[in-house]
């Protein structure tokens, strides 16, 4: 499919876009890429996500998507190549419920782990590293969401080993500890070493200066 | 096939009512279980250790929890009449909808029926602009689901689907919660089709039949957060 059929608006720190990027690369989906300011939005970004004003969006042959979960499905039904979801519909019920549960549990806990202080980052410290916890048994013991080969959980939630990492080291607090939580740790260990996973990430040192950086306005 | 479906929900929740209401359109028996909130049952626990939350579908065993994931995995198991439609981007377009109704309506409408109400007292003034910005939050949120349904009959084009299913709390509980609190939101004047949308949904027979009485509704609301937000 010729690469100017398939745009993906994004910004270069977000796990969201990243996660889109993912999809894309398993594929081997051609596709165009556009670096968003998010200090100053573009006012395609704009026209394409009235509803959030928010990066990711794909484009696809001019129709636009928001809302990086439902891009992730998307891509899984117009592209079936290396497939994201299972076929059986239970199991892609848990797929969906676990990916839900990482983006409604265990990310607003981090982030309020990053940029609170005294108690409030205590409580969301604890909370972070139950919703962890709850979140590692959902791969009821596989090497990835996926089974032997990522999926759809692992696209979705694989970057929170990276950044819950990153957080540790800013705040001083280790919030993945491998003592509590072994299959969780050597999944993300073992997801992020996937090549085409490797591939788009950020660069790792230009990731911690910038969320040095934020973390210094809190 | 001998089939268990079993659905766990609560009378008045529009969450469990969706999973009914699914169920119903496909002409799935079940077995509805009434949880009481206060006082959860083993069951539920055990279904649903992560959240302890209502609705749950047990089909054979196999627990599925969160509304529109049980919505999709319905959609899944039994085809006849498909909630979903069948083009990909038609698909992402009603999940995104979907999502933003439970993501942004649902809390904004509360704050603009109840919000000033909850906690400390606040001052009067105060409280009146709090509650004039929450009501033209809700009026931004709606027109953007009134541009949605088009010159459609319902969401799903000739025939309801999960996006008119999700939908039940603005088709239905607005209604409620406008009538417990005194608020003004969905209005004819501003909002014709969504107007229009939501008498047509409520006539559907497999949504009729699932939608609590109303002024038990009405009279829990009021009981459990008060008289509201209208302008005194």
């Given amino acids: ?218 | 096939m001998a089939e268990e479906v079993l659905v766990f929900g609560a009378w008045g929740s529009p969450f469990s009512r969706r999973v009914e209401m699914a169920l119903k359109l496909k002409g799935i028996e079940y077995k509805f279980i009434e949880e009481d909130l206060t006082n959860k049952s083993p069951s539920l626990l055990k279904y649903n250790p992560v959240h302890k939350k209502i609705p749950v579908l047990v089909h054979n065993g196999k627990p599925v929890a969160e509304s529109l994931v049980i919505l999709e995995y319905i959609d899944e198991t039994w085809k006849d009449h498909p909630i979903l439609p069948k083009d990909p981007y038609e698909r992402a377009n009603a999940r995104f909808w979907a999502k933003f109704i439970d993501e942004k309506c649902l809390s904004a409408i509360f704050k603009a029926c109840w919000g000033a109400c909850w906690g400390e007292e606040k001052e009067h003034e105060k409280a009146e602009i709090e509650h004039e910005k929450a009501v033209k939050e809700v009026s931004e949120l709606l027109q953007f689901l009134e541009n949605e349904l088009k010159e459609k009959r319902y969401f799903g084009g000739e025939t309801v689907g999960l996006l008119d299913i999700a939908a039940n709390t603005i088709g239905y509980w607005l209604g409620v919660f406008e009538e417990a609190s005194g608020v003004e939101l969905l209005t004819r004047e501003k909002f014709p089709k969504l107007c229009n949308w939501a008498n047509e949904f409520v006539c559907v027979t497999a949504i009729k039949e699932n939608l609590p009485p109303r002024d038990k509704l009405i009279a829990y609301f009021r009981n459990r957060f008060g008289a509201g937000n209208a302008s005194k």
């Avoid at chain 1, 889109?20 to 989906?29: F, Q, T």
């Avoid at chain 1, 239970?90 to 607003?108: G, L, M, N, Q």
């Avoid at chain 1, 916890?133 to 009821?140: A, D, N, T």
């Avoid at chain 1, 969780?184 to 996937?194: A, G, P, R, V």
């Fill in chain 1, 1 to 218: 499919m010729a690469e100017d059929s398939v745009k993906l608006l994004g910004y270069w720190v977000s796990p969201y876009s990243l996660k889109v990027k993912w999809a894309l690369k398993l594929k081997g989906i051609q596709y165009q890429y556009v670096e968003e300011d998010l200090k100053n939005k573009s006012p395609m970004l704009l026209q394409y996500n009235p509803v959030y004003k928010k990066i990711p969006v794909l484009v696809h042959d001019d129709k636009p998507l928001a809302e990086s979960l439902i891009i992730l499905e998307y891509i899984d039904e117009v592209w079936k190549q290396n497939p994201l979801l299972p076929i059986d519909p239970y199991e892609r019920a848990k797929a969906r419920f676990w990916a839900k549960f990482a983006d409604d549990k265990c990310v607003p806990a981090l982030v309020a782990a990053f940029s609170k202080k005294g108690e409030e980052q205590e409580r969301a410290v604890k909370e972070a590293r139950e919703n962890l916890k709850i979140l590692e048994s959902g791969l009821e013991g596989k090497r990835f969401f996926g089974g032997e080969t990522i999926g759809f959980v692992d696209i979705a939630a694989g970057w929170i080993g990276c950044w819950a990492q990153m957080t540790g080291e800013i705040i001083g607090i280790k919030l993945i500890d491998a003592e509590t939580m072994p299959l969780l740790d050597s999944w993300f260990q073992d997801f992020l070493e996937i090549p085409l996973i490797k591939e788009c990430m950020p660069p790792q040192d230009e990731l911690l200066e910038h969320c040095k950086e934020l973390h210094t306005k809190f």
